[in-house]
C-alpha cells in the first residue's frame, strides 16, 4: 500500500541537543498511529515536523506523494492539525474562525470552494462546510459566539472542526483528548474512527492511554528521540504501559 | 481571481474584522498619536514662532512612533492561542502572509494619518493638505509598514519584542524617515519638484527593497 505521510531518518537539533534522532515512520490510508511517550520525548516536535511548521536538521518527508521539505506549501493541503495551542483567534466567533481558515485553505483547496460549483457559489460552499464542521462537534448552535466566551472542551471541539474543515487525508493530533469531557472525547474518538473509515489517515500524540486507544491501528513508543517499540496487535493500555516501562 | 491574492485578502479581511471588534489597535494609535501633536504644539509653543519648519519632523515623528504601536499589535495578535501557526498551516507560500500583514499595517497606518494631518493642519501649517503632501505619507507609510512587518516578525519570537521592534526599527527607518521628512517639506515650501524629487525616489526604493526582502526573508524568521 502506498504510503500517505512517509518521514524517513527525521532528525532535528535544538541548539545542540538531539530531539529527534532518526526517525522514520510510514503511514498508510486508513491507519491510525498513536505515538507515545514521556514528556521530552520528542512528540510535538516530530509533530511539527509532519505538519511542515517546523524544519527537520536531516531526512526526508514525503506527504501524498509530494516532497514535503521541497514544497511544503503544496504538502499542507494535505494536513489537518491539532495542536496544544487552539490556533483560534478569541476575539472571531466560531463561524467566522473557520470562515477565515476556509479561505486559507479554499483559496487553493479547490475542493473546498469548488466541488459543487455547478450547484453553489464558493462562499454559498464554503458555509455550508463550516456549518457542517460545525455540527460534526456540536457547535451549531453556538456559532455566533465569540471564541473567547467558549470553554475549554468547546474550544478544543472547534479546534478539531477548524482542523477538519478542508477534509484533509491526514489528520495531525497533539494530545487531543486534553480538556475534553466524557461526551466530547466519546465524539472525537467517533470522529477519528469516521475518519480511518473514509480512508484518511490519522496520526495522534498522547499519554492518556485509557481514554485515546480507541481505534488506533498501530502504537509506537517515542523515547530520547527515537521509535524504540512498535505495536500493531492487541493495543491496551497494559500492554503500552508495559512497553513503556521497558522503554 | 489569484489564489494568493484571495489568501491575502483573507488575512486583511481578518485583521480589519478584529480591529472593528476591538477597537486596539487603531484607538490606541490615533490617541497616541493626537496626544503627541498636543505635547508637541505646547512644547514647540515656548521657543519658536513659527511652527512650519517644524511641521513635517513632527508629523513624521508622530507617525512612525504611532505606527509602532500598530506594528507590535499586529504581530501580538497572532502570538494569541498560536494563532501565527495556523497561517502558517495554510497551503500557501509565506510571503502571502507578510504581504497580508503588511497591507493591514498599511491600512492602519494611513488611517491614522488620515486622523493627524488634518489635526496638524489645524495646529500647525494649513497648507498640509494638499495632493503632493499627501503622495508623501502614502509613499513613507507603505515603505515604514514594509520595513516594520519584517522587523516585527523578527521580535515576535524574542522576549522582549516590545523593547527590540523600535531598536531594531528606529535606525533601519531613518533614511526613510529623513526622506519622507525633507519631501514633505519640498511641497510644503512649494520648491520646485526636481529639488527633491530624488527623496520620493528614496522612499519608493524603501519601498522595492523592504517588500522584496519581507516576501524572501519572512519564511525565514518565522521557520521553527
Known amino acids: ?247 | 481571481m489569484h489564489a494568493a491574492v484571495r489568501q491575502i485578502a483573507a488575512i486583511v479581511r481578518k485583521d480589519i474584522l478584529l480591529e472593528l471588534r476591538t477597537r486596539e489597535s487603531i484607538t490606541a494609535m490615533v490617541v497616541f498619536a493626537v496626544m503627541a501633536i498636543v505635547m508637541f504644539n505646547f512644547a514647540l509653543r515656548l521657543r519658536v514662532d513659527t511652527f512650519r519648519p517644524l511641521t513635517p519632523g513632527v508629523l513624521w515623528v508622530t507617525l512612525v512612533f504611532a505606527g509602532t504601536l500598530g506594528l507590535s499589535r499586529s504581530m501580538s495578535s497572532e502570538q494569541i492561542n498560536q494563532c501565527m501557526d495556523g497561517l502558517l498551516l495554510a497551503p500557501c507560500d509565506r510571503s502571502v502572509i507578510f504581504a497580508g500583514k503588511a497591507i493591514t499595517n498599511v491600512i492602519f497606518t494611513l488611517a491614522v494619518a488620515l486622523v493627524v494631518t488634518p489635526i496638524m493642519a489645524i495646529l500647525f501649517d494649513e497648507t498640509l493638505l494638499q495632493p503632493g503632501v499627501w503622495l508623501v505619507v502614502v509613499l513613507g507609510v507603505v515603505g515604514y509598514a514594509g520595513t516594520g512587518t519584517l522587523i516585527a516578525t523578527m521580535a515576535a519570537s524574542t522576549r522582549a519584542r516590545e523593547v527590540f521592534l523600535p531598536i531594531l526599527l528606529f535606525p533601519l527607518a531613518l533614511p526613510l524617515l529623513v526622506a519622507a521628512v525633507i519631501a514633505t517639506s519640498g511641497f510644503l515650501d512649494r520648491l520646485p519638484l526636481d529639488e527633491f524629487a530624488a527623496w520620493i525616489g528614496v522612499e519608493l526604493a524603501f519601498i522595492v527593497i523592504f517588500w522584496t526582502a519581507g516576501t524572501l526573508l519572512f519564511e525565514y524568521l518565522v521557520e521553527g
Do not use: C
Open chain 1, 1 to 247: 500500500m502506498t504510503a500517505l505521510l512517509s518521514a524517513a531518518n527525521i532528525g532535528k537539533l535544538y541548539g545542540l541537543r538531539p530531539v529527534l534522532r532518526g526517525v522514520s515512520l510510514d503511514v498508510a490510508r486508513g491507519e491510525f498511529v498513536a505515538i507515545l511517550g514521556a514528556n521530552g520525548a520528542g512528540k510535538t516536535t516530530l509533530l511539527r515536523i509532519l505538519a511542515t511548521l517546523t524544519r527537520p536538521n536531516g531526512g526526508t518527508l514525503t506527504i501524498g506523494g509530494v516532497d514535503a521539505l521541497a514544497h511544503p506549501d503544496r504538502a499542507r493541503a494535505f494536513i489537518g492539525l491539532v495542536s496544544h495551542q487552539s490556533l483560534i483567534y478569541p476575539d472571531l466567533t466560531a463561524r467566522e474562525n473557520l470562515e477565515f481558515y476556509g479561505r486559507m485553505y479554499g483559496a487553493v483547496n479547490r475542493r473546498l470552494e469548488m466541488r459543487d460549483s455547478s450547484a453553489q457559489s464558493p462562499i454559498s460552499n464554503l458555509s455550508s462546510r463550516v456549518e457542517e464542521a460545525l455540527r460534526r462537534v456540536n457547535l451549531w448552535q453556538r456559532r455566533d459566539d465569540l471564541a473567547r466566551t467558549f470553554s475549554r472542551g468547546m474550544i478544543q471541539r472547534l479546534t478539531i472542526a477548524r482542523a477538519i474543515l478542508h477534509d484533509p487525508p491526514l489528520l495531525l493530533l497533539d494530545e487531543p483528548f486534553t480538556g475534553l469531557d466524557q461526551a466530547s472525547a466519546a465524539n472525537l474518538s467517533a470522529l477519528l474512527r469516521e475518519t480511518v473509515l473514509r480512508e484518511r489517515a490519522v496520526v495522534m500524540t498522547t499519554h492518556e492511554l485509557s481514554r485515546s486507544l480507541d481505534g488506533v491501528t498501530r502504537a509506537l513508543i517515542l523515547k530520547d528521540g527515537q521509535i524504540t517499540h512498535e505495536l500493531q496487535h492487541d493495543i491496551t493500555a497494559e500492554a503500552l504501559n508495559a512497553l513503556m516501562r521497558e522503554a
